[in-house]
C-alpha cells in the first residue's frame, strides 16, 4: 500500500512540475513575441493559473 501512495505522490508532482514548466515555457514564447506584461498583470495572471490549478 505504501508503494502504491508513493507512486501517486510522484505522479502529482510530476503533473504538477510539467503544468509549471509549460506555463514558464509560454511565458518565455510571449516575451521572445514581444508580449510583455507589467508586473501587476504578470502577478494577476500568475494568481488565476493558480486558481484554476488548486
Known amino acids: 500500500m505504501e508503494t502504491a501512495v ?3 505522490d510522484i505522479t502529482s508532482e510530476n503533473m504538477a ?3 509549471l514548466f509549460s506555463y514558464l515555457d509560454k511565458g518565455i514564447d510571449d516575451m521572445e513575441a514581444g508580449k510583455l506584461h507589467s ?4 502577478f494577476r495572471i ?6 484554476i490549478e488548486l
Open 6 to 8: 508513493k507512486t501517486l
Open 17 to 19: 512540475k510539467e503544468s
Open 39 to 42: 508586473v501587476d498583470e504578470a
Open 46 to 51: 500568475i494568481r488565476d493559473k493558480v486558481g
